[in-house]
């Protein structure tokens, strides 16, 4: 059984965009590796940006620079 997990801020990712993540990282793993995506698990985590850094800094105060 694959197991996905991306992650991803929460910046206003839309349900519609959800879905397509979802249904590309399993047609990937059919595609790539043969897995059967009835048992394809994928999972999307959404961070706050105050949660997530790049080279040393949130991602809240890259952003606010326009980053």
Do not use: F
């Amino acid at each position: 059984m694959p197991y996905v997990n991306i992650r991803i801020t929460d910046e206003g990712v839309t349900r519609e965009q959800k879905a397509e993540l979802i249904a590309g990282a399993t047609e990937l793993l059919r595609r790539v590796l043969g897995k059967n995506p009835a048992t394809t698990v994928v999972v999307i985590d959404e961070v706050a940006t105050d949660n997530w850094g790049i080279a040393g800094e949130m991602v809240t105060e890259r952003r606010q620079r326009g980053e």
